[in-house]
């Protein structure tokens, strides 16, 4: 038995004894995402690339959980963890069930390209719906949540490898994604483009990390020297791997034209950190070597951080070691799984908007209008990176599963996309819409069905290089004509919203009764939606994204400066604000406590007392920003700086404790610089931001308390 094979043996030597018997050309054949067959070992080829966004993807029947911007909407951590290892579950039973049949294909591996923790800074960008949302502390600690349930805690083996991504910098244009060099300052870095990729490398320990297409500062960020070396290994401790996106390598010598050939873009990039090439320029690393661009002890280095990897996750263990190996087949898919699912799609959901028609009184409402080009869409279920969901239920049959005795009419009104007829016949109304007013005349509750679905929203298409962006946050189509008119016939309104990111809603906040934000809410949306409207729960999701009013109140996408962006910095009146949703319970705050003072680097805690002044039991995020009243750099009115999801029972009265870290606390100079300056600082805590907007949407005001800071 060679060393490489010595389960008693460490890892590292395992993996530097393997790579000692590998010839070169063997060495680069494993530094692609489409590794060979070391046949001379017995050991099969192994395909890197697999995901799981928000469920196993593109790999046949798994969950499909809500899309990750629905995922954030929860601000429930440890129900994003419970997500996250069922996820990891699935990984593991499909990956051996898939081994044992000699299936070692794309998407069967163990090496998961999730998540993406980039920030959702303009509304604008199509693969916002794949990340968190637009604040970096929500961002990391969902992604903590997330990289800790897919990685497992078994002391020696990995469950799974997680990846966040795209290392950094990047949220749109899609289109100009292989040639856009995104310029951020250094404290625009540290605030905001940095902070989830710090804490989902040194707290949950993430394994690999995927650089991103376009260049930052100059630099192509799969051979970045400053993202790559001086922060992720240098000032971070990385030890993992870094994979390039797909296509990546290639880009660096065509598009960005950092250099001229394949061999000096994979030289260029394996010399600066990046491992792992999902792509086919790597090959050419025979070639760099043979030019002396490169060195095979470069390489063997490059080779040891993937190869360790693949120990780590028991791949050359017999599966009787390897305690992930024994999950059964018979987990995917399975009724646990549907059941949390059902309860993370419960939490994802977010109430903008309630006059008192919800939630609907089942006795009264004999007959329901399901109105919409999504009220019967499975597609505006998944979102993007989804896999095949064994059972999956729309808006409309939604409805008819949870009130079976009502009489439910769909109509579907127009088209997603369906421009008004007039520009074609010179006709009013358009071709669904007299279907849709004739559901709505003879409906006691009308449920209106819109939004967009991952082919309107989403990522650049490989096949025709068009992007995937939005132009501007207006309903596509002839949809805000439907809802008007639909509206006008004056019954009891509900919109459900299916969108990954912000629209204008100012028509529907106007003449619609009710609207609840869905998001793309997973295989059991529909019944879901349903149960929010006819009351089984109160809805708890909170915005992870500010919804703006138009276009024109934000700069423009190319500018990567964050004035003027989100929450933190936006200067206007926003239609609903971060943090905001209401429930079908009010929530009362009081009794804030805190330490009067506190020492520079000392974390704080402080308690606030919840009451629940309604019927129903409801799940009341506890949001907390931090406002530093004598910053000596630009610094936002307040930031999220923790939170914490608490189930509070109708009538109870129940005190809660938060800590707000001390590195909440720190202010990032200009010249990004890191300090803790004594002085004043401001809590808030409460059920959304301290802004007026929330408060004049929800009738409730955000408790503040002071204290200072001392050296």
């Given at each position: 038995m060679d060393l490489w094979q010595d389960t008693n043996a460490s890892f590292e030597e395992r993996a530097k004894d393997l790579i000692g018997r590998m010839d070169l050309e063997e060495k680069i054949s494993q530094m692609v995402f489409s590794s060979s067959a070391l046949s001379k070992f017995g050991i099969d080829e192994y395909n890197w690339w697999n995901e799981c966004l928000h469920g196993v993807a593109r790999a046949g029947v798994a969950t499909v959980f809500p899309q990750s911007i629905g995922l954030a909407a929860s601000f429930n951590t440890d129900l994003m963890h419970r997500v996250a290892t069922a996820i990891s579950d699935e990984i593991r039973a499909k990956h051996h069930e898939a081994k044992r049949h000699g299936d070692h294909g794309i998407y069967k591996g163990l090496t998961m390209w999730s998540p993406n923790i980039n920030i959702f800074r303009d509304p604008r960008w199509g693969r916002g719906h794949e990340t968190y949302g637009e604040d970096p502390y929500l961002t990391a600690r969902m992604g903590v949540a997330f990289v800790k349930g897919l990685q497992g805690d078994d002391p020696k083996y990995l469950k799974a490898v997680s990846t966040p991504k795209h290392f950094a910098v990047h949220s749109g244009p899609e289109a100009d994604r292989h040639t856009f060099d995104a310029k951020a300052s250094i404290k625009d870095m540290k605030e905001t483009y940095l902070p989830a990729f710090k804490a989902c490398v040194k707290e949950a320990g993430a394994t690999s990390v995927m650089g991103a297409y376009n260049r930052t500062n100059g630099e192509a960020c799969c051979a970045s020297t400053t993202l790559l070396q001086d922060i992720l290994r240098d000032e971070w401790g990385f030890d993992g791997y870094v994979v390039s996106d797909c296509g990546a390598i290639e880009?660096?010598?065509k598009h960005h034209k950092l250099v001229g050939t394949a061999a000096e873009a994979a030289a260029l990039a394996v010399k600066n950190g990046c491992e792992l090439n999902c792509g086919f320029v790597f090959p050419h690393l025979l070639e760099a070597a043979e030019k002396g661009l490169i060195t095979e002890e470069e390489i063997d280095k490059a080779l040891m951080r993937l190869m360790m990897a693949r120990f780590r996750l028991g791949m050359f263990d017999p599966d009787e070691v390897v305690p992930y190996a024994a999950i059964p087949y018979e987990v995917n898919d399975s009724e646990p799984h549907h059941a949390l699912n059902q309860e993370m799609a419960a939490e994802s959901l977010v109430l903008l908007k309630n006059d008192g028609t919800l939630p609907a009184d089942r006795e009264k409402v004999k007959t329901i209008a399901v109105i919409g080009p999504n009220a019967d869409s499975k597609e505006a279920l998944i979102g993007n990176y989804y896999g095949a969901p064994s059972i999956s239920y729309t808006v409309?049959?939604?409805?008819?599963k949870i009130h079976p005795d009502a009489d439910v009419i769909y109509a579907e009104g127009c088209t997603l996309t369906q421009p008004n007829r007039e520009a074609f016949w010179g006709e009013e109304p358009s071709w669904g819409?007299?279907?849709?007013?004739?559901?709505?005349?003879?409906?006691?509750?009308v449920v209106l069905v819109l939004g967009m679905n991952a082919a309107l929203e989403g990522e650049e298409s490989a096949a025709t290089g068009e992007g995937g962006?939005?132009?501007?946050?207006?309903?596509p189509g002839v949809q805000q004509q439907l809802m008007e008119v639909v509206a006008s016939v004056g019954k009891p309104t509900v919109l459900l919203n299916m969108t990954g990111s912000c629209v204008d809603l100012r028509s529907a906040q106007e003449n619609v009764n009710a609207i609840i934000q869905c998001w793309y809410p997973g295989q059991f949306g529909g019944l879901i939606m349903a149960q929010a409207v006819l009351g089984d729960f109160s809805p708890s999701g909170r915005l992870p994204i500010t919804f703006y009013n138009d276009m024109s109140e934000i700069p423009p996408f190319?500018?990567?400066s964050m004035e003027g962006r989100t929450y933190k910095f936006f200067d206007g009146t926003p239609l609903y604000p971060f943090g905001y949703g209401l429930s079908y319970s009010p929530i009362e705050y009081r009794d804030l406590r805190c330490p009067d003072t506190i020492q520079a680097g000392e974390d704080l805690t402080l308690s606030v007392t919840l009451r629940n002044t309604g019927h129903f039991d409801v799940s009341e995020a506890v949001q907390v920003y931090l406002t530093d009243e004598e910053a000596s750099a630009r610094t936002p009115r307040w930031k999220l700086s923790a939170f914490k999801k608490v189930r509070v029972k109708a009538g109870e009265s129940k005190q809660v404790e938060i800590t707000v870290k001390s590195e909440e606390m720190v202010l990032v100079l200009t010249d990004g610089t890191e300090v803790i300056e004594p002085g004043a600082f401001t809590l808030h805590v409460?059920?959304?931001?301290?802004?007026?907007?929330?408060e004049e949407l929800s009738g409730r005001k955000s408790l503040a308390k002071g204290f200072t800071v001392t050296e």
């Open positions: 880009d660096i010598y409309t049959q939604g409805f008819r819409f007299a279907e849709a007013i004739s559901a709505a005349e003879r409906a006691d509750l962006d939005k132009d501007d946050i207006h309903l190319t500018d990567y409460g059920g959304g931001q301290p802004d007026a907007r929330t």
